[in-house]
């Protein structure tokens, strides 16, 4: 079991942040959050999460016109902006990723099921993702306020990743945080049967 | 930052298991689950996820003719079986959940968005509940090989709750595990920009 200290540090004490203290973040570092999410479980192992780590001043005012007006200060003075993304052949590799089954089969032709399976890992995975930089002593701004088109057309025009969220990653500055919101209980959002 | 124990707990040694130990599960260790993954974050804390934990052999008996044949065995022997979906109407609760603008609206009319913002952010829930259940010292089988029609006619006859994935949840039997399949490195899946 987990110890107190480190579910406060992934869930209970965590927070989104929208202010950042003036501290780089090494690719090391970046590379340290890849290393762990990974490990997260996706269906047959298909692995479709893919991330590009918007750090450099050049590549952040690429990223910017794409960005919702609330979120282009902190987006810009965050270290680094993870494009959280998913590919389309992610099916192809999946003879590398999964020995147990020809799962590649399950998914040629069906442009639908293909589309669903990588949004919905593709989602889980950039949880895991959240759940690894701050496990990694990091901070995390995820947002969904952006073009997803302006992001594709820009960072992935060959068509075949397809962005799904931002996430912001540094050190986060507490004295800029919100309230916290409530979340809802148990009674309200489940049942056992 | 969390200890190498803890990274391995919840990433590095954690396993999707197929064979359950005959331990049981209690009520309590389920709703300590919830108290810890509602923590993390959802956009503009939205919190769609919504679970039902298929525990009693009556539940088990309603879910069976919508497993694949594969997942039958395994999803039968667990000592309980969560349904992973999300709520369509989940904006109806924004004007509680969220104080920093009226996010009620923005949703509002919109079924393409609000479909769109439950599968990803209730899809991020339920990798967060997976890691929760780690945290607490549980192993998990999430699986997509279901019938969601089936599940959501016996489940959610009211049509706003829709399942998304399951995650079987118990104590694993590691003697039945397979060898790990391998994941991408971070030269196949990211760059730094």
Same mark, same amino acid.
């Given at each position: 079991?987990?110890?107190?200290?480190?579910?406060?540090?992934?869930?209970?004490?965590?927070?989104?942040?929208?202010?950042?203290?003036?501290?780089?973040?090494?690719?090391?570092?970046?590379?340290?959050?890849?290393?762990?999410?990974?490990?997260?479980?996706?269906?047959?192992?298909?692995?479709?999460?893919?991330?590009?780590?918007?750090?450099?001043?050049?590549?952040?005012?690429?990223?910017?016109?794409?960005?919702?007006?609330?979120?282009?200060?902190?987006? #810009? $003075?965050?270290?680094?902006?993870? /494009?959280? +993304?998913?590919? *389309?052949?992610?099916?192809?590799?999946?003879?590398?990723? %999964?020995?147990?089954?020809?799962?590649?089969?399950?998914?040629?032709?069906?442009?639908?099921?293909?589309?669903?399976?990588?949004?919905?890992?593709?989602? #889980? $995975?950039?949880?895991?993702?959240? /759940?690894? +930089?701050?496990? *990694?002593?990091?901070?995390?701004?995820?947002?969904?306020? %952006?073009?997803?088109?302006?992001?594709?057309?820009?960072?992935?025009?060959?068509?075949?990743?397809?962005?799904?969220?931002?996430?912001?990653?540094?050190?986060?500055?507490?004295?800029?945080?919100?309230?916290?919101?409530?979340? *809802?209980?148990?009674?309200?959002?489940?049942?056992?049967?």
């Amino acid at each position: 079991m987990l110890s107190d200290e480190g579910m406060d540090l992934i869930f209970r004490e965590a927070r989104t942040h929208k202010g950042w203290q003036d501290t780089p973040v090494s690719d090391t570092l970046l590379q340290s959050i890849w290393d762990l999410c990974k490990m997260g479980p996706t269906s047959a192992n298909c692995s479709p999460m893919r991330v590009v780590f918007v750090k450099s001043q050049e590549a952040k005012e690429r990223l910017k016109p794409a960005l919702m007006e609330g979120n282009v200060t902190k987006t #810009m $003075q965050a270290p680094a902006t993870a /494009i959280i +993304a998913h590919d *389309l052949e992610f099916h192809e590799k999946l003879p590398e990723l %999964f020995q147990q089954a020809d799962a590649r089969s399950w998914f040629e032709g069906k442009p639908k099921f293909i589309e669903e399976t990588a949004f919905r890992n593709g989602s #889980m $995975q950039g949880a895991y993702f959240i /759940i690894a +930089a701050r496990a *990694l002593g990091l901070d995390c701004g995820p947002m969904s306020g %952006f073009s997803k088109e302006k992001v594709d057309a820009e960072f992935f025009p060959e068509g075949t990743w397809k962005s799904n969220f931002l996430c912001n990653v540094g050190y986060g500055d507490p004295s800029k945080l919100p309230p916290r919101d409530r979340r *809802l209980t148990f009674d309200e959002a489940c049942w056992i049967a």
